[in-house]
T-cell receptor
Framework: DQQVKQNSPSLSVQEGRISILNCDYT??????FLWYKKYPAEGPTFLIS?????DKNEDGRFTVFLNKSAKHLSLHIVPSQPGDSAVYFC????????????FGAGTRLFVKA | GAGVSQSPSNKVTEKGKDVELRCDPI?????LYWYRQSLGQGLEFLIY????????KSGLPSDRFSAERTGGSVSTLTIQRTQQEDSAVYLC?????????????FGEGSRLTVL
């Protein structure tokens, strides 16, 4: 049972344009949602997070939007840069029974120069 | 270094052998996680340690998998009688508090290949 789903395995965007990565979840008890970025042969690194009590969080070129009624969140990258090319993982955590973090399958972003 | 350290970085073993993977978390981090990433797949949760509490083992795929964390620091993931489907990158992460929403700091992973 996939609690966190990223249905697009890959996305290709032109440099300077907006990248939108999507994520859906099924567990309404999740308290926090996070995005991680992963380059080949490296561990994932934290990018941005949002609490379930908010609907938007912005950090520079990165903005995460949360729609709780739709159980959907998205990561916007504007403007996209070639260095943003990586795999992006959506993740969610809840406090009940511990604070384990569940990850989606990832979306590979290609930013073309 | 100050980051999460994992060893070995690469391990090739024969089917049926036991393997041990080690994780040194960031000093002072109370929470420690193990995940694995099979080829073309996402990050699969395996086990979570938080302080002195009983670990959350709900993600371990079979009883061939076990993990321990000694002294609240170093952790070892053991896979007994390895199978080819165990081939994956095993990632360890630590977190300062284990609180929901807390950032996880990942190591570079241990790539396991079972022949």
């Amino acid at each position: 049972d996939q609690q966190v789903k990223q249905n697009s395995p890959s996305l290709s965007v032109q440099e300077g344009r907006i990248s939108i990565l999507n994520c859906d979840y099924t567990n309404s008890m999740f308290d926090y949602f996070l995005w991680y970025k992963k380059y080949p042969a490296e561990g994932p690194t934290f990018l941005i997070s949002i609490s379930s009590i908010k609907d938007k969080n912005e950090d520079g070129r990165f903005t995460v939007f949360l729609n709780k009624s739709a159980k959907h969140l998205s990561l916007h990258i504007v403007p996209s840069q070639p260095g943003d090319s990586a795999v992006y993982f959506c993740a969610a955590s809840e406090g009940t029974g511990g604070f384990k973090t569940i990850f989606g399958a990832g979306t590979r972003l290609f930013v073309k120069a | 270094g100050a980051g999460v350290s994992q060893s070995p970085s690469n391990k090739v073993t024969e089917k049926g052998k036991d393997v041990e993977l080690r994780c040194d978390p960031i000093s002072g981090h109370t929470a420690l996680y193990w995940y694995r990433q099979s080829l073309g797949q996402g990050l699969e949760f395996l086990i979570y340690f938080q302080g002195n509490s009983a670990p959350d083992k709900s993600g371990l795929p079979s009883d061939r998998f076990s993990a321990e964390r000694t002294g609240g620091s170093v952790s070892t993931l053991t896979i007994q009688r390895t199978q080819q489907e165990d081939s994956a990158v095993y990632l360890c992460a630590s977190s300062p508090s284990g609180l929901a929403g807390g950032e996880l700091f990942f190591g570079e992973g241990s790539r396991l290949t079972v022949l």
